[in-house]
């Protein structure tokens, strides 16, 4: 069997690399000057929780394969995974933990969408929020570069988790997983009710 654990996430400011800055004052803009520092502690909480319940789950990190959103098929994928943990990305330094027990580490991501959708947030964060056209073709394009970045996640996925292996995929809520469900691929969500010493009640 092939098993895909869907580990939804919220990336923090150490994830986000050149846009931090904006997105930070975006949302000091949109939500108060102490808004974001309330946001990563809440995001720092659910990091925790995530670790928690994958040592619940008591996979053997050498039988894994890991998928990470925003992380492009480009050949250094490690350098990049260990360069965001040492920046204190919590998603990224629990990355390095794993593959460091033995698990794989996979490119995910087309580069070019990533480009496109790079180049979309940048816009959207700078430019004057309101209703028209130009946001309506912003907002269109928006969601078509997310659709292909989608599908070509499932598609890697399927191509490069092993029967007995299980994958773990980190992305982000706004992603969908609708194309995994025409493969042999089991799709669960951490914490789901498949999970019961996840859910459990830690003491």
Same mark, same amino acid.
């Given at each position: 069997?092939?098993?895909?654990i869907?580990?939804?996430?919220?990336?923090?400011?150490?994830?986000?690399g050149?846009?931090s800055?904006?997105?930070? %004052?975006?949302?000091?803009?949109? #939500?108060?000057?102490?808004?974001?520092?309330r946001r990563?502690?809440?995001?720092?909480?659910?990091?925790?929780?995530i670790?928690?319940?994958?040592?619940?789950l008591?996979?053997?990190?050498?039988?894994?394969?890991?998928?990470?959103d925003?992380?492009p098929? #480009?050949?250094?994928?490690?350098?990049?995974?260990?360069?965001?943990?040492?920046?204190?990305?919590?998603?990224?330094?629990?990355i390095?933990?794993?593959?460091?027990?033995?698990?794989?580490?996979?490119?995910t991501e087309?580069?070019?969408?990533?480009?496109?959708?790079y /180049?979309?947030?940048?816009?959207?964060?700078?430019?004057?929020?309101?209703?028209?056209?130009?946001q309506?073709?912003?907002?269109?394009r928006?969601?078509?570069?997310?659709?292909?970045?989608?599908a070509?996640?499932?598609?890697?996925?399927? %191509?490069?988790?092993? /029967?007995?292996e299980?994958?773990?995929?980190?992305?982000? %809520?706004q992603?969908?997983?609708?194309?995994l469900?025409?493969t042999?691929?089991?799709v /669960?969500?951490?914490?789901?009710?498949?999970?019961?010493?996840?859910?459990?009640?830690?003491?």
């Open positions: 069997m092939r098993r895909l869907h580990i939804p996430i919220i990336h923090a400011s150490a994830d986000l050149s846009l800055e904006f997105v930070q %004052a975006h949302y000091a803009k949109v #939500c108060g000057a102490s808004s974001w520092s990563e502690r809440v995001v720092e909480a659910l990091w925790t929780d670790q928690a319940g994958l040592d619940a008591r996979l053997d990190a050498r039988t894994m394969r890991i998928y990470q925003g992380l098929v #480009c050949g250094f994928e490690d350098r990049i995974v260990r360069e965001l943990a040492k920046a204190g990305s919590s998603n990224h330094q629990l390095v933990r794993l593959v460091d027990r033995g698990a794989i580490l996979m490119g087309d580069p070019q969408l990533l480009m496109e959708e /180049e979309l947030q940048k816009q959207r964060l700078v430019q004057p929020s309101g209703k028209g056209p130009a309506e073709a912003e907002k269109g928006g969601e078509r570069v997310l659709q292909a970045r989608d070509f996640i499932a598609r890697r996925i399927a %191509a490069t988790l092993h /029967e007995g299980a994958g773990l995929l980190f992305v982000g %809520a992603h969908r997983l609708d194309a469900k025409s042999d691929i089991k /669960e969500t951490l914490g789901d009710a498949s999970h019961e010493a996840v859910r459990r009640p830690r003491s």
